[in-house]
């Protein structure tokens, strides 16, 4: 594990490598009460390039509009680089969609 931030009451964040890439694991709920704590820990994450970045939602069980404010700022800061968004629930990719955030970043299944 590259490393592990931390959690709070309501969810849980966590990195590993995966050669240059990196895999950042939310766990929980990202809303108001949540969203600057678990983006304050990514951004920590986030490594120096080449890699691509890999947010795995797959355990994420509620996002709201800051969650989802909080995934366009990560990838603001990326330069450049790649961002994936992995393990979205079918009513997160919908939403992603709506946004027009499924043509920021890459939405896996």
């Known amino acids: 594990m590259l490393s592990d931030a931390g959690h709070g009451d309501d969810f ?40 691509k970045i890999i947010v795995d939602l797959s355990s994420v069980g509620f996002i709201e509009s800051t969650g989802l404010g909080m995934l366009a700022g ?4 990326l330069e450049g680089r790649e961002m994936h968004v992995r393990g979205a629930t079918h009513r997160i990719r919908e939403v992603l969609a709506v946004t027009g955030l499924d043509q920021v970043f890459v939405v896996e299944d």
């Open 12 to 51: 849980t964040v966590s990195a590993a490598a995966h050669g240059p890439d990196v895999v950042i694991t939310l766990a929980g709920t990202i809303d108001l009460v949540t969203v600057h704590a678990v983006r304050d820990r990514i951004y920590q994450m986030i490594p120096p390039p080449p890699g």
């Open 74 to 77: 990560i990838h603001g800061r």
